[in-house]
């Protein structure tokens, strides 16, 4: 078992953090410890102890974001972004909780109660991203306590500092350290959690192997809770518009923000034949232009590196290995430095790939498939096995009602981005995707589960068949 890990600014190679592998079964003992007493705080109390959480957040934000630019290698306004999204994900998980979990009082027989309330899971694992190693966690913490569960958060090991400094605002707004705790590891540690017979609930984003790992573990635990958000290989699909610069600063946005590292980057860009020869130049012309630089650089960049040198390799040789199957170089990937994992946006045709991987290539390549109509372009976009996110581009509105019903995808957007998500909606996809249990606004869905009640003050009952008389 890795004991020692360390952390390193991927945009500089200098080390940012070190620090222990944290013993799994002495946190979860803390987490039960605490648990009762949180479980039975008010309700009314327990958001209280979160809008303290944002408030501390936002007090440290400058230091937060320069935090997170740092150990993600994203652009400091990126950054910036994120910490106001975990500020921003406290309100919207109160409100969350008052629509998906409020507590009903029906009429019943004998002028008894018929009672609905929601009790939380108890002790929960959270395993978080590096792409978004603030906002995606807490996008499962902040629910959990306000339903009245405990949580073990275990960050990526690729960006523990983060997550020991989001852990450590909950532990300056008051909230019991027991109540909340940040455990260090790399995959053993977050394997140890999922199987823990006293951990109640498992709710983890990243990639589809560890999600499909976890969900086979479990399958003979149908008791603990599992929220699973696996990422995709998005479509976005482009018929025609005579806006082709919006087009094309839309599919650019899509493919390449975050360095392509987002679970909703459109991967494969569907071209009608009408519109490759228009589309495509533009896209290619404005990705020339996007600045790739280090974090803090000015002007800012529009995208900064990848999360690691082991990612760079994996996306530079997928590159080369889609070309040596028949695809054809639009623009490139290029590595400006050996040592450091900048990789320039890369777009390939892939039209003439015969069985094209049906794989999530986490990074700024966009594969480019020309089709000969919009159903055509439907079949294409629906040719995997993920269902994250989808867009099309130009249409008309039975165009788009169209997609909409065709598309297998737990987001849908039109004329916007496929990375255009609200917290204020459901997050969540189908296939590979996920397994039905949506995050933002319904992650209240998986934080508590309902409790149907009977009830009488006193005990009135009677048996008016099958009773033999005296």
């Known amino acids: 078992m890795t004991t020692e890990l360390v952390s390193t600014?991927?945009?500089?190679g200098k080390e940012i953090w070190r620090g222990q592998a944290g013993d799994v079964d002495e946190t979860i003992e803390r987490a039960r410890k605490a648990l009762r007493q949180w479980s039975r705080e008010p309700l009314g109390r327990r958001i209280e102890f979160?809008?303290?959480?944002?408030n501390e957040v936002r007090k440290h934000g400058d230091a937060f974001a320069e935090l997170i630019a740092r150990e993600t290698g994203k652009p400091l306004w990126e950054a910036r972004t994120e910490v106001e999204a975990v500020i921003g994900k406290v309100e919207i998980s109160i409100t969350a909780y008052a629509e998906r979990t409020g507590q009903k009082k029906l009429n019943s027989a004998l002028q008894g109660t018929a009672a609905l309330r929601h009790k939380p899971h108890g002790v929960m694992a959270v395993l978080g991203p590096y792409n978004f190693p603030a906002h995606l966690p807490n996008g499962?913490?902040?629910?959990?306590?306000?339903?009245?569960n405990v949580v073990i958060f275990k960050p990526s090991e690729k960006t523990p500092a983060v997550g020991e400094f989001l852990t450590r605002c909950f532990h300056e707004a008051k909230v019991p350290e027991g109540v909340v705790q940040?455990?260090?590891g790399g995959a053993e540690v977050g394997q140890a959690l999922v199987e823990h017979w006293m951990v109640d609930g498992v709710l983890f984003t990243g990639s589809a192997r560890a999600g499909i790992a976890i969900n086979r573990k479990l399958a003979a635990d149908p008791g603990k809770i599992v929220a699973l958000e696996m990422g995709g290989n998005n479509p976005i699909v482009m018929l025609d518009t005579p806006k082709i610069e919006d087009a094309a600063a839309t599919i650019v946005q899509s493919a390449f923000t975050t360095a392509g590292q987002r679970c909703t980057a459109a991967r494969r860009l569907i071209v009608v034949d009408s519109m490759f020869d228009k589309i495509v130049p533009a896209v290619k012309a404005l990705t020339e232009k996007l600045i790739v630089d280090e974090p803090f650089a000015e002007p800012q960049p529009f995208m900064g590196c990848v999360i690691d040198n082991s990612t760079a390799d994996l996306l530079s040789e997928s590159f080369v290995a889609l070309m040596s199957r028949g695809g054809t170089p639009i623009m490139h990937m290029k590595r400006r430095d050996e040592s450091l994992?900048?990789?320039?946006?890369?777009?390939l045709d892939a039209t003439e790939i015969h069985d094209r991987p049906d794989i999530e290539l986490f990074g700024p390549l966009l594969q480019v498939i020309r089709v000969p109509d919009f159903d055509a372009a439907i079949y294409e976009a629906n040719n995997t096995r993920y269902g994250l996110s989808a867009s099309l581009i130009g249409g008309k509105p039975a165009d788009f009602e169209h997609f909409w019903t065709e598309i297998r995808a737990g987001i849908v957007n039109w004329n916007r981005p496929t990375n255009g998500a609200s917290s204020s909606a459901p997050f969540g996809g189908v296939g590979l995707s996920g397994n039905h249990r949506p995050a933002a606004f319904y992650a209240a869905d998986y934080c508590a589960y309902p409790v149907a009640s009977n009830e009488m003050e006193q005990p009135r009952a009677s048996i008016g068949v099958g009773i033999r008389e005296s």
């Open 341 to 347: 994992p900048f990789l320039s946006p890369a777009i």
């Open 182 to 184: 940040c455990i260090h």
């Open 50 to 54: 979160v809008r303290r959480f944002a």
């Open 140 to 148: 499962h913490i902040v629910p959990a306590l306000i339903a009245g």
């Open 9 to 12: 600014e991927p945009a500089t």
